[in-house]
Structure formats: structure tokens, C-alpha cells
């Protein structure tokens, strides 16, 4: 198995994309925390884990909240003794056209996708440097490297991930410490689910034209990128054993948005 005995943190995992994850992650013999929002829904994941004979814990953790995430971080370090890899998920989208994007909202956004990324990092960080090695990767978007109208607020915050991304590699090379960044397209979580009917609203479009004609309009295919998709390359970037893949993005996204 390509974790055996590894410990991840992944936040935003007790549903979509960042479940999906730590999943992978415990089937390839990880122990796994999941972090979330909703300790509830965290602790369901975590049993359903356990019940398949995977080792997983679940920590209440609001990303943007410095005290949440070092308490989760350390209850995970007392429990298993380090952590090996961070994934950053948590995230949410919140659209208006810029004229009308309420600041608290912008500061809201940013807070769970920024603020997230940075206090999880840093609070990994003495870990990895203390065992000499760590992989951490940030959930991007095509919106990292694309714009869309109404999502100002996200693909700043998308962007942003690429450059701490960079300069994390930098810092934590001598440590055998990487940082990469997964750029998905659309993938159909219920967080894109809910984006639909916001667009259609917005645009003045039907549901359907905002997935034929504003989601999925540039992929190669007409499909929306998958949960196992973003999986395989968490578990790549996760999984790799040197320096040599580090400060990268990938973008996985049928085609949408080609390096």
C-alpha cells in the first residue's frame, strides 16, 4: 500500500471531494483525520472508516479559526504521534457580480480558502520538519488559472493557493517537506449542485445552459470531473517520494484550461 502507517489531515472530509480523499488515503493504509466544519458528520465518516477496518479519527475544526485548528492539530499529534500529509479542502463559493459582493461575504470566502490554508499549514508544519518529511496539498480550481464572471472572490482566493503553494515548497525543501496545489474542474458535489440554480438566477439562463454552456462549455467532453478524479491525484502528490514534484499544480478538469 502506498500510505502504510502515513497520517493525513484532511479538512472539509466529511463530504464530497475531501471525504472522497481520505478515503483513498485510508484504503492505501493511511490513518486519517477527518476534519470538518460539523463534528457530527466528521465523526459519521470516521465510523463508516472504521467500520471497513480503516483507521480514522474525527476533529471539529473550523479552518479559519487559529485556536480550532491548532487544538485539532495537536489532538490528532497526541493521538498518532505526527502528521505526513495535509489536505487543504475546506472551502466554499458564494457568487454575486462585483459590484454587488457583500464584503463580509468576500471576507468570508477568503477566511475558509486562505485564512484555511495558512493556519493548517502552519500548524502542520513543526511537525514535518521534526520527522523530516511531509507532503501538503492545497485544493485548487481550474479557477486557479481561469476566470469566471460572479466568482471574484474564489478565484482570488484559488489563485492565492498557487503562490503559498510555491513558496511553502521553498521553505520546506531542506525539510523533505512538499506543497503542491489540485486544480479540478467542476466536479458534482453538492457545493456545485448549489452553484447551478445561483448561476441560472444570476446569468438569466436555464440550469441546464449553465452546465451545458458556462461549466462545462470549454472541456473536451462535456463532462464534470469526478470525486475519484481529484482523488488519484491527492493520493499522487501524497504518495510521491521526492522533492522532485513539488510547487506544482495540476490541473485535472477534461480538458478545461490546458498547460
Not at 477527518?34 to 465510523?47: G, K, M, V, W
Not at 511537525?127 to 471574484?152: D, F, N, Q, T
Not at 449553465?210 to 462535456?222: E, W
Request: with cysteine; aromatic share 6%; glycine share 8%.
Amino acid at each position: 500500500m502506498k500510505l502504510e502507517n502515513k497520517i493525513a489531515v484532511v479538512t472539509g472530509a466529511a463530504s464530497g471531494i475531501g471525504r472522497e480523499i481520505a478515503l483513498r488515503y485510508a484504503e492505501e493504509g493511511a490513518k486519517v483525520a477527518i476534519a470538518d466544519l460539523r463534528l457530527d458528520a466528521a465523526q459519521a465518516t470516521a465510523d463508516e472508516f472504521a467500520a471497513k477496518g480503516h483507521a480514522a479519527m474525527a476533529v471539529a475544526m473550523d479552518v479559519s479559526d487559529e485556536n480550532e485548528v491548532n487544538e485539532g492539530i495537536t489532538s490528532v499529534v497526541k493521538a498518532w504521534g505526527g502528521i505526513d500529509i495535509l489536505v487543504s479542502n475546506a472551502g466554499i463559493q458564494i457568487v454575486y457580480p462585483i459590484e454587488e459582493f457583500p464584503f463580509a461575504s468576500w471576507k468570508k470566502l477568503l477566511a475558509i480558502h486562505l485564512d484555511g490554508a495558512f493556519l493548517t499549514t502552519k500548524a502542520v508544519i513543526p511537525h514535518m520538519y521534526k520527522a523530516g518529511r511531509g507532503s501538503i496539498i492545497y485544493m485548487g480550481s481550474v479557477h486557479s488559472k481561469e476566470a469566471s464572471v460572479l466568482k471574484s472572490a474564489y478565484v482570488t482566493a484559488k489563485h492565492g493557493l498557487i503562490g503559498l503553494a510555491k513558496v511553502v515548497s521553498k521553505e520546506g525543501a531542506a525539510h523533505g517537506v512538499r506543497a503542491n496545489v489540485i486544480c479540478p474542474g467542476f466536479v458534482k458535489t453538492p457545493l456545485v449542485e448549489k452553484q447551478i440554480p445561483e448561476q441560472a438566477k444570476e446569468l438569466g439562463i436555464s440550469e441546464e445552459d449553465v452546465v451545458k454552456k458556462v461549466m462545462l462549455k470549454d472541456t473536451v467532453d462535456g463532462q464534470f470531473t469526478t470525486v475519484d478524479d481529484v482523488a488519484e491525484v491527492a493520493l499522487l502528490f501524497a504518495a510521491f517520494p521526492s522533492n522532485a514534484l513539488t510547487g506544482q499544480s495540476l490541473v485535472v478538469s477534461h480538458g478545461w484550461f490546458m498547460q
